[in-house]
């Protein structure tokens, strides 16, 4: 299985810009999407094939990264953004980072 | 709109069976594949399987061949996981999302999930 390691928690202020990183234990291409998951809720897609905007999310969010590195970049972080963002690889069968928690200061 | 629509909370004993459901609206159920996703109160996400609502085709993670079992009801759009041989180790909220292809694949619409908790 390809392992997904996910920097750990974080906190910063809003305004701020903020990097969550996001690193594969073997080459996933441009494979790699994240998600954004609040509590009690379900996961939502937020990034595609790396670098890809899904559909209604705010361009404050941007992904980039290949092969085996990652990053999903929040630029400005807003109060709503309290989450935990998720990895996640289809360059084989899917696995998942273990998560990141975006507290707010 | 897309909408995955999954089944209530399940308690389950030890040794018993459970089987979820989610139902799905506002596409075509049979072109998209369905996958199921553990998550445990850790938060750590597995993926369990998919299948192909079109031809029934499925794949397992290796971890859950013999635990899960996937099947689907075309005329109602509705997709199933039962799990057997539960143990308190299967307690979990289980999400069931929809694969997106376009020759690479990914998650655009999940279900609110269903928990599931194994106790005597």
């Known amino acids: 299985d390809t392992v997904l390691t996910q920097s750990p928690a974080l906190a910063v202020s809003p305004g701020e810009r903020v990097s969550i990183s996001c690193r594969a234990s073997?080459?996933?291409?441009?494979?790699m999407h994240w998600y954004q998951q609040k509590p009690g809720q379900q996961p939502k897609l937020l990034i595609y094939?790396?670098?890809n905007l899904a559909s209604g999310v705010p361009a404050r969010f941007s992904g980039s990264g290949s092969g085996t590195d990652f990053t999903l970049t929040i630029d400005p972080v807003e109060a709503d953004d309290t989450a935990t963002y998720f990895c996640?690889?289809?360059?084989?069968?899917?696995?998942f980072g273990g998560g990141t928690k975006l507290e707010l200061k | 709109q897309v909408q995955l629509q999954q089944s209530g909370a399940e308690l389950a004993k030890p040794g018993s069976s459970v089987k979820i459901s989610c139902k799905a609206s506002?596409?075509?159920?049979?072109?998209?594949?369905m996958h199921w996703i553990k998550q445990t109160t850790g938060q750590a996400l597995e993926w369990t399987g998919y299948i192909a609502p079109g031809s029934g085709g499925t794949k397992y993670n290796e971890k859950f061949k013999g635990k899960a079992t996937l099947t689907v009801d075309k005329s109602s759009s509705t997709a199933y996981m039962q799990l057997s041989s539960l143990t308190p180790v299967d307690t979990a909220v289980y999400y069931c999302?929809?694969?997106?292809?376009?020759?690479?694949?990914?998650?655009?619409?999940w279900g609110p999930g269903t928990m599931v908790t194994v106790s005597s």
């Open positions: 073997e080459g996933v291409n441009s494979y």
């Open positions: 999302a929809r694969e997106v292809y376009y020759g690479f694949w990914y998650f655009d619409f």
């Open positions: 094939k790396a670098s």
């Open positions: 506002g596409y075509t159920f049979t072109s998209y594949a």
């Open positions: 996640q690889q289809s360059w084989n069968d899917p696995t």
